[in-house]
Nanobody
Framework: QVQLVESGGGSVQAGGSLRLSCAAS????????MAWFRQAPGKEREGLTS???????TYADSVKGRFTISQDNAKNTLYLQMNSLKPEDTAMYYC?????????????????????????????WGQGTQVTVSS
């Protein structure tokens, strides 16, 4: 049984930093493509960053240069370091992971896109952690 548990969210002032964690059980974070998404009230779920099994990351333009995705294989945990936070970064943040079937279906395509269908490439999701950035 796969479980992804996010933590590290909270309230911070603009310009501040947070590090989100996504602890996996029943799943190996280095196995397949994983990603971070966010969803603000009334908006679609947005893909922010992905990391392939070889460690190659991709980023959405909205977070490039400010956010960094990484993974600790020993801790079996995915991270999202968020710096220079802005009020528009306020949202619920989710980590997501591909199943074996997702991997076979989308192999070679571990990247962030603007398409709202990007979320359908991932079968496993955490419960989310709230990030609130005040001005």
């Amino acid at each position: 049984q796969v479980q992804l548990v996010e933590s590290g969210g909270g309230s911070v002032q603009a310009g501040g930093s947070l590090r989100l964690s996504c602890a996996a059980s029943g799943y190996t974070v280095s196995a397949y493509c994983m990603a971070w998404f966010r969803q603000a009230p009334g908006k679609e779920r947005e893909g922010l960053t992905s990391i392939d099994s070889d460690g190659t990351p991709t980023y959405a333009d909205s977070v490039k240069g400010r956010f960094t995705i990484s993974q600790d294989n020993a801790k079996n945990t995915l991270y999202l370091q968020m710096n220079s936070l802005k009020p528009e970064d306020t949202a619920m943040y989710y980590c997501a992971a591909r199943s074996n079937l997702d991997h076979l279906r989308y192999r070679g395509r571990c990247r962030v896109t603007k398409s709202p269908t990007m979320m359908y490439e991932y079968s496993y999701w955490g419960q989310g952690t709230q990030v609130t950035v005040s001005s």
